[in-house]
Nanobody, 115 residues
Framework: DVQLVESGGGMVQPGGFLRLSCAAS????????MSWVRQAPGKGPEWISH???????YFADSVKGRFTISRDNAKNTVYLQMDGLKPDDTAVYYC?????????WGQGTQVTVSS
């Protein structure tokens, strides 16, 4: 079965950091582009970062310079390093695997930034 399992969320103070992980199984992870999408309470989904299989990465303006995306194909895992967290970063964070028209989603992990 295909699975994407996010972890690493939690509560952190403004200015703090978290590293999210997304462990994949059941498909050829290394051949999929990986993304992170978040959804804040009462808002629609927001794409925040994308990592292509070739290594190119992209970030939404809202997180550029603060977040970093990386992957370890040996561990079938993609990471999102989040530094300088702000209250506006509070959301459920989802990872997404995409290749052509095939897309898989994880169940999400909650990130809360509050003092």
């Amino acid at each position: 079965d295909v699975q994407l399992v996010e972890s690493g969320g939690g509560m952190v103070q403004p200015g703090g950091f978290l590293r999210l992980s997304c462990a994949a199984s059941g498909f050829d992870f290394s051949s999929y582009d990986m993304s992170w999408v978040r959804q804040a309470p009462g808002k629609g989904p927001e794409w925040i970062s994308h990592l292509k299989t070739g290594g190119s990465s992209y970030f939404a303006d809202s997180v550029k310079g603060r977040f970093t995306i990386s992957r370890d194909n040996a561990k079938n895992t993609v990471y999102l390093q989040m530094d300088g967290l702000k209250p506006d970063d509070t959301a459920v964070y989802y990872c997404n695997a995409n290749r052509g028209g095939t897309t898989f989603w994880g169940q999400g992990t909650q990130v809360t930034v509050s003092s």
